[in-house]
Each structure stands twice: as C-alpha cells, then as structure tokens.
Nanobody, 124 residues
Framework: QVQLVESGGGLVQAGGSLRLSCAAS????????MGWFRQAPGKEREFVAA????????DYANSVKGRFTIFRETAKNTVTLQMSSLKPEDTAVYYC?????????????????WGQGTQVTVSS
C-alpha cells in the first residue's frame, strides 16, 4: 500500500501560481510512477501530468503544457506540480496518484493509489 497526501491547493487569481505537493509513504517511492489528475464539478476526471519512476520522463495534458511542471524529489518522497499562468478553467480538485508502472502513463486506471485531493480555485 502507498499512502498519498496532497497539499498546497487554494484560491488564486487568474494569471497567478500555485504549487501542489504530494507526500508518499508506505512503500519505496522510487518504485512508483506518479501522476496528477483533476476533476472539475460536473466533469470527468482528467489527466494533468505524469512523471516516470526515475523522474527522467514527463508528460502533460495539452491544456497545461508550458504552464505546469511536474517533478519529484526522491529524498523527500514527494512529487510536486508547479502551476503558473493559471486560468479559471484550471479550477478543480487535484489528485495525486501512484502506480508501479515502468512508463509515463496518462490513464487513471493505471494508478491504483490515490490521494484525497486538494481544491484549486482560480478566480477571473
């Protein structure tokens, strides 16, 4: 089992920045690829960003490319989503996910472990 706890959400104006962190515990962090997903009210959960076990490979949804950055710090057992140039359409609950997969994957069904989510609200 892997336990994931997100933090860093909040309210920010359009154009602003936020940093989300996900702290992992329970298993060897470097054995897991990590992902960030989000779900807005009335919408399905969608992929945001993912990073490989080593941290060498990343992938992003087209809607966030150039604005969001995902990185991991193995020594701290954390994965971070740095978000900038935020837009109102980025408003959602953001979830951290982990999966023992040897790739960067964008499908939520590849990730068996999930955090509780953190709310991000971007005002216009």
């Amino acid at each position: 089992q892997v336990q994931l706890v997100e933090s860093g959400g909040g309210l920010v104006q359009a154009g602003g920045s936020l940093r989300l962190s996900c702290a992992a515990s329970g298993r060897t962090f470097s054995n897991y690829a990590m992902g960030w997903f989000r779900q807005a009210p009335g919408k399905e959960r969608e992929f945001v960003a993912a990073i490989s076990r080593s941290g060498d490979y990343t992938d992003y949804a087209n809607s966030v490319k150039g604005r969001f950055t995902i990185f991991r710090e193995t020594a701290k057992n954390t994965v971070t989503l740095q978000m900038s140039s935020l837009k109102p359409e980025d408003t959602a609950v953001y979830y951290c996910a982990a999966g023992s997969i040897y790739a960067v994957v964008t499908h939520d069904y590849e990730y068996p472990y999930w955090g509780q989510g953190t709310q991000v609200t971007v005002s216009s």
